[in-house]
T-cell receptor, first 110, second 115 residues
Framework: GENVEQHPSTLSVQEGDSAVIKCTYS??????FPWYKQELGKGPQLIID?????GEKKDQRIAVTLNKTAKHFSLHITETQPEDSAVYFC?????????FGKGNQVVVIP | DADVTQTPRNRITKTGKRIMLECSQT?????MYWYRQDPGLGLRLIYY???????NKGEISDGYSVSRQAQAKFSLSLESAIPNQTALYFC??????????????FGPGTRLTVL
C-alpha cells in the first residue's frame, strides 16, 4: 500500500520566517495530496490540498507544491505567526484510502 | 453544533472490558472512517465505510470491530481491551465527490486509556 514519509519531525522557526515541510510517497498512482493542521486538543483540519493535475496551489500564506516525477510534495508557510504552531500531517491517496505521514510539530517562536 | 461528534471524549477502562466509541455526523456524508493516533506514529486507519452496507478493514483492524448503524452513525468497538489500545481515536467523514477523494472532516477525538 501507499507509504508516506514526512520530514522533518520537528521544526522551529522565528515569527515572520518561512516554514517548509516535505513529504514523499511511494505509490505513483496516488492523485490527491492534502495537508492537515492539528491544534492541541482538537481533531485535524484540512488547510490545503492538491490534485495530481497541478504542480502548485496557493492560499494566502500557505502553498503546496507537487513533484509527481520525484513523488514528493511540500507545504510552504510564509510570514509565520504564533497561531501557525501546531502539528501538520501530509497524506496521499491510495487503495481507496488516505495514508498519512507521521506528523510534523511546528513551533513558531515569537 | 459540531458537524462530527464523538462520545465519550475521555474513557478509562480495564484490560478485558468491552468498550464502544460512537461517532455521529450531521454533514450528510456517505463515507466514514475510524483512525487511531499515537505519538510519533501519525494517524492510522482502523476501519472505513463508504455507505451503510459497506465495511472495510484499514491497516490496523485487529482487535477492533465496527458497526454502521445509519448514514450518520459509525461505532467502533473493542471487544476485549488491552493496554496497547491506549490511544487517541478519531472519527472522520467525507463525501464521495467526482474526483474520488475529498476533504475529510474529523471529530474532536476520544482519548482512551486501558489499564
Amino acid at each position: 500500500g501507499e507509504n508516506v514519509e514526512q520530514h522533518p519531525s520537528t521544526l522551529s522557526v522565528q515569527e515572520g520566517d518561512s516554514a517548509v515541510i516535505k513529504c514523499t510517497y511511494s505509490d505513483s498512482a496516488s492523485n490527491y495530496f492534502p495537508w492537515y493542521k492539528q491544534e492541541l486538543g482538537k481533531g485535524p483540519q484540512l488547510i490545503i490540498d492538491i490534485r495530481s493535475n497541478v504542480g502548485e496551489k496557493k492560499d494566502q500564506r500557505i502553498a503546496v507544491t507537487l513533484n509527481k516525477t520525484a513523488k514528493h510534495f511540500s507545504l510552504h508557510i510564509t510570514e509565520t505567526q504564533p497561531e501557525d504552531s501546531a502539528v501538520y500531517f501530509c497524506a496521499a491517496s491510495g487503495n481507496n484510502r488516505l495514508a498519512f505521514g507521521k506528523g510534523n510539530q511546528v513551533v513558531v517562536i515569537p | 453544533d459540531a458537524d462530527v461528534t464523538q462520545t465519550p471524549r475521555n474513557r478509562i477502562t480495564k484490560t478485558g472490558k468491552r468498550i464502544m466509541l460512537e461517532c455521529s455526523q450531521t454533514k450528510g456524508h456517505d463515507r466514514m472512517y475510524w483512525y487511531r493516533q499515537d505519538p510519533g506514529l501519525g494517524l492510522r486507519l482502523i476501519y472505513y465505510s463508504f455507505d451503510v452496507k459497506d465495511i472495510n478493514k484499514g491497516e490496523i483492524s485487529d482487535g477492533y470491530s465496527v458497526s454502521r448503524q445509519a448514514q450518520a452513525k459509525f461505532s467502533l468497538s473493542l471487544e476485549s481491551a488491552i493496554p496497547n489500545q491506549t490511544a487517541l481515536y478519531f472519527c472522520a467523514t467525507s463525501d464521495l465527490g467526482g474526483a474520488g477523494f475529498n476533504e475529510q472532516f474529523f471529530g474532536p477525538g476520544t482519548r482512551l486509556t486501558v489499564l
